[in-house]
């Protein structure tokens, strides 16, 4: 069986039933109180944001994002 690229990079998965299904987990972020007017921010990423919210979130910035935020 050829290895796909997942595989080479050291992924992992786990056997759930008859499914092969991947090991992944987000990066860990240092926990922060962001504040009201993060969370207005954050919800604001949500509605109007999308793909900003998502990137953020998944490269586990979005928390130092919005404390960062509060002070601008």
């Not at 998944?58 to 960062?68: E, H, I, P, Q, R």
Request: with cysteine; charged share 25%; net charge positive.
């Amino acid at each position: 069986m050829a290895n796909i690229l997942f595989e080479e990079l050291g992924g992992k998965y786990e056997r759930k039933g008859d499914y092969l299904i991947p090991c992944i987990a987000l990066p860990a972020e240092e926990e922060q109180p962001i504040g009201t007017w993060g969370q207005r921010h954050l919800d604001y990423l949500k509605q109007y944001h999308k793909v900003t919210y998502t990137n953020l979130l998944t490269s586990g910035k979005l928390n130092a994002y919005l404390v960062c935020r509060r002070h601008r």
